[in-house]
């Protein structure tokens, strides 16, 4: 079942600057900060009341959101949806012709399980299903 909002990602080239600006816009928080390896990025989310922002750094030049960043500039990279269980709601999608990114959900910041779907599924926007198996 999907469930609604999890977060927005947006793909930055300074975390640090990012983070200060976000929170000097908005007066958010910092929640919390980790490298993703299998993604190759540092994240950092901060929460703007009941919103999750996820700043996305690429670590290499082979990131994914290096590629975003080079193709398309920095700003708004994805939306995430909490979806419980995740993996059934890829599943169902692939069943139907739908193209993914992933067919298996793989880690996530903040011990999440992530799977994403190709941006052509859903006109251009990256879509993101989020299980978190703590809930
Ligand atoms: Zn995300």
């Known amino acids: 079942m999907i469930k609604g909002l999890d977060h927005l990602g947006i793909a930055v080239t300074d975390l640090d600057a990012a983070i200060a600006q976000w929170i000097a816009l908005t007066g958010g928080i910092l929640m919390h900060r980790e490298v993703v390896a299998s993604q190759q990025v540092e994240v950092a989310v901060i929460t703007i009341g009941a919103l999750r922002i996820e700043l996305l750094q690429p670590q290499t030049e082979s990131s994914p959101i290096a590629k975003f960043i080079a ?42 399980e992530v799977g994403f779907l190709h941006p052509r599924a859903a006109g251009g926007v990256l879509l993101e299903f989020v299980e978190h198996p703590d809930r």
């Not at 995740?86 to 880690?107: M, N």
Request: glycine letters at 10%; hydrophobic letters at 40%; a negative charge.
């Open 71 to 112: 193709r398309r500039g920095a700003g708004i990279h994805h939306l995430a949806l909490e979806a419980a269980p995740a993996q059934a709601e890829l599943d169902r999608l692939k069943t139907a012709g739908v193209q993914l990114i992933d067919e298996h959900l793989r880690p996530g910041a903040e011990h999440t």
